[in-house]
């Protein structure tokens, strides 16, 4: 698949919950290609000022009109810096970069559990495979109610399900007690969000619990800092049984199983990259 370097006009910037915020921009080419999960690597500021590009997946894609809208939260300079942009302008963007989830031949049950920002490659899957007869869950943990992606932005066909920290919308904690009751209905289940949760669903994975069946498709979107995105820097590498796995390349979607290794290694940090 092509990867273009594209300078993206940015069409609209807006809060749609506490922190969250949705970039509407024209991307022709890029939204002519993009997958669910894929990601693209967006110049936040007007020059070179951070260096370093963000990575960010797309929420959702209208490839007729050209456009593709990023969900993100502003948790640092970058982020801060793409808030600050104004209708009109011109984003550099380079994607869409990395590889797609896999998705069963046949129309299924999909089980989709996201944290946070995590929501983002789950919605645009949502869209993608509910024409072609899917049925589709998604479950959502945030810290409160005011932190989670907004009703109208998912599917309507989307069965969307909270749960919250503190108990202000849908379930009261983490977002991982939900996946008991729907494990057993699903025939794919996919997941993105912040470390602890995949901490969480790895440590219930090896013990079996929720009936697991190791046959089940069972795949991780990550959500790595980057430095290049092209495979160059390895700045993103995760440790997997093949060895040293670049996220922007060979991922940014592994089967759970791989990731047992570097989840259980990982220093037990909260919160979202600085971006």
């Not at 921009?25 to 260096?51: E, K, N, T, W, Y």
Request: proline residues 7%; neutral net charge.
């Amino acid at each position: 698949m092509a990867v273009y370097q594209e300078r993206a006009t940015l069409i609209s910037n807006e809060t749609v919950a506490d922190g969250l915020l949705i970039a509407r921009v024209h991307s022709p080419q890029i939204a002519s290609q993009c997958q669910p999960a894929q990601f693209v690597h967006v110049r936040c500021g007007d020059g070179i000022d951070p260096l370093l590009l963000r990575p960010f997946s797309m929420l959702t894609v209208d490839r007729e009109a050209g456009t593709l809208d990023i969900l993100y939260q502003v948790v640092g300079r970058g982020t801060e810096l793409l808030k600050n942009r104004r209708v009109g302008d011109e984003i550099l963007q380079l994607g869409p970069l990395g590889k797609t989830f896999a998705v069963p031949p046949n129309p299924g049950n999909l089980l989709l559990v996201g944290g946070g920002i995590g929501a983002a490659p789950l919605v645009f899957l949502a869209e993608t495979v509910i024409p072609k007869g899917y049925s589709v869950t998604l479950l959502s943990g945030a810290r409160t109610a005011a932190r989670h992606l907004p009703a109208e932005h998912v599917p309507s066909a989307v069965e969307y399900v909270l749960a919250t920290d503190d108990g202000t919308a849908g379930y009261h904690g983490p977002v991982t007690d939900l996946i008991a009751d729907y494990f057993l209905w699903s025939d794919a289940v996919y997941i993105c969000g912040p470390w602890p949760m995949l901490t969480a669903i790895d440590a219930a994975y090896q013990a079996r619990v929720w009936g697991w069946n190791s046959k089940k498709p069972i795949q991780v979107s990550l959500e790595n800092q980057m430095g290049c995105a092209m495979g160059v820097c390895l700045g993103c590498v995760v440790t997997t049984p093949r060895g040293f796995q670049r996220v922007c390349r060979d991922g940014p979607v592994f089967a759970l199983r791989d990731l047992h290794t570097e989840i259980v290694s990982r220093p037990k940090l909260t919160g979202s990259p600085d971006r």
